[in-house]
């Protein structure tokens, strides 16, 4: 029986197309998704949309159109998007769904049944755009009189009948979550805000809506559909077949490692694990916000202009290079910015140079001097056993990387060590040995092509298509490239045939200006 792993992005408001903050966090989970299923779990990843609600419904009237078909067109762009980025998800869920309803009214029964829900009457500020009220004292008036929430977006004055979550009688439980699992919130900063807010008291959580229709209705009440954000983070569980917690999928998978942007935090680390707490469902493991991302430092805007789709980018750079672009530069968890030059310097600097060289040096020089026939080495020096330590060094320290969700770390760590083989290589000379002993050519090359494979199976995840090429060259065979074909026990042997070398990563070469 393999060890389970369940991760999640959160679901994306399809009311426009994909954009590459969307994309940021799609590829990231992916790499996780990825790294753990190369090493040994049984993973599972979901993705989708989050289609009901009040913006959903103004952005289709906006259009002319349903807020159904507005999902129905622009889920599909997410769906492409998925497609694009070469996503290994295993479910596309979408709040839609007719088995998505059958989870909301279910968990919704649960709490309930619990006591925790009740009908009252809601006055307050209503942000559109953000989808949540505000207290009074977190909103700010503009100098022409507009008054804002604290996220920035304009809130107006909502009175309505409204079912109400008692929130405000988990804030001890919540506290002591925190408390008794200190990594539930990552990274620290978004703990440490989370754990302040709910210091500070929690007020009971208004949980539906009567002034529009577009939404999962509340059993019993069809005049009310239920708040946007129960409906969202009830897809977690929809994909596992909540309400059946003996279905295989629940049993296996939850609970879950969620991935989010820093801006829907307290959904995911107040709300949610109170909403289950509640139903009585088990809490998720941890929730991780990622950071935001910015264009040469400007958030990205449609009226700014500098949004750039997720399509524009690989059209111009190719996926691995995005994939491997902003899974380096930014850290995990902290803001990033991007650019045409930030993105040409990576894609010269670490993938042409370090890497793709590396390949293209010593697989041509095997194609040229050794008729493409993979040398058996003779004894290895200190230079060669040092080298292959560094890199049969490198799966415990990826495993903590990414077990922390810090991508970049592993990052850092499996360029550090092709820094170290570059160096190698230049130092042994292999072009001026192969004069003189063919021996230790032969052993220097090997060794190159052995390194090659380790970090080849190691960088899998974040640049699938194009390691699957090197793999291919080293003729690594499928059912090779899993984590447990790394270090000294799935090393090479001698004496295979390669194939004729490629280029893998090609210069990025400026077009000329017209
Ligand atoms: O919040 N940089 O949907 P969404 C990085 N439907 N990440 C970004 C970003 C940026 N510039 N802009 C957005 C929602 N994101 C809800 C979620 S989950 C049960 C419901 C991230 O389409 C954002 O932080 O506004 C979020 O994690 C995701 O993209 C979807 O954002």
């Known amino acids: 029986m393999k060890p389970t792993f369940y991760i999640t992005t959160a679901i994306s408001y399809p009311n426009g197309a994909p954009h590459i903050g969307h994309a940021y966090e799609a590829m990231a989970t992916d790499v996780m998704a990825r790294f753990m299923r190369l090493d040994g779990y049984d993973v599972r990843f979901l993705t989708g949309t989050d289609e009901h609600g009040i913006k959903m419904l103004q952005t289709a009237r906006k259009e002319g159109i349903t807020a159904r078909e507005l999902a129905d067109r622009n889920s599909a762009r997410f769906q492409e998007m998925a497609t694009l980025l070469n996503l290994s998800n295993d479910d596309f869920i979408r709040t839609s769904e007719e088995r998505h309803r059958v989870a909301c009214q279910a968990i919704w029964k649960a709490m309930e049944a619990n006591g925790d829900i009740y009908l009252n009457k809601y006055a307050g500020w209503y942000s559109v755009r953000d989808e949540a009220y505000y207290g009074e004292e977190e909103t700010i008036v503009s100098d022409d ?3 804002f929430g604290p996220q920035g977006t304009p809130v107006e004055w909502v009175e309505e009948e409204s079912y ?3 929130l405000s009688a988990y804030q001890e439980k919540l506290l002591k979550l925190y408390e008794e699992q200190p990594d539930f919130i990552g990274p620290d900063e978004r703990r440490n805000e989370v754990v302040s807010f709910v210091k500070g008291g929690l007020k009971d959580l208004s949980i539906s809506r009567t002034t529009f229709d577009w939404g999962i209705p509340v059993p019993g009440n069809d005049k009310h559909v239920m708040y946007v954000w129960v409906d ?10 909540y309400p059946d917690t003996d279905s295989e999928l629940f049993r296996k998978f939850w609970p879950a490692l969620h991935i989010i942007g820093k801006d829907i935090v307290r959904f995911h ?10 139903a009585g469902v088990p809490l998720p493991k941890r929730v991780y916000a990622h950071g935001f991302l910015f264009n040469r430092g400007e958030k990205m805007s449609k009226s700014v202009g500098n949004v750039v789709g997720p399509q524009e980018m690989v059209d111009a750079y190719g996926l691995d290079p995005v994939r491997y672009f902003f899974l380096r530069e930014v850290s995990f968890g902290q803001d990033g910015n991007y650019s045409h030059e930030a ?3 990576r894609m010269n600097a670490d993938l042409a140079n370090n890497l793709g060289n590396l390949a293209q040096r010593s697989l041509s020089m095997i194609a040229k001097n050794l008729g493409g026939v993979l040398p058996t080495p003779g004894a290895l020096t200190e230079a060669d056993r040092a080298i292959l330590e560094s890199v049969y060094g490198l799966l415990p320290v990826c495993r903590e990387a990414i077990g922390t969700q810090q991508i ?6 499996i360029w550090a060590v092709l820094g170290e083989a570059n160096r190698y290589f230049d130092a042994e000379a292999p072009w001026t040995v192969r004069k003189t002993d063919e021996a230790r050519f032969a052993t220097i090359m090997w060794v190159t092509a052995e390194l090659l ?3 080849a199976i190691l960088i899998q995840p974040v640049m699938p298509a194009s390691m699957e090429k090197l793999l291919d060259l080293l003729a690594v065979p499928a059912d090779r490239r899993a984590f447990d074909s790394l270090g000294e026990g ?3 042997a001698g004496g295979n045939a390669l194939p004729a070398p490629v280029g893998i990563f090609p210069r990025y070469v400026e077009k000329a200006a017209d």
């Open 408 to 413: 970049h770390q592993a990052l850092n760590a």
């Open 232 to 241: 969202a983070l009830t897809n977690y569980i929809t994909a596992l077949g």
């Open 343 to 345: 993105i040409v310097g």
């Open 490 to 492: 799935g090393a090479l």
């Open 164 to 166: 109400f979550f008692r």
């Open 145 to 147: 009189g507009i008054r």
């Open 269 to 278: 680390t107040v709300y949610w694990p109170a909403f289950l707490m509640s």
């Open 453 to 455: 494979r380790n970090v």
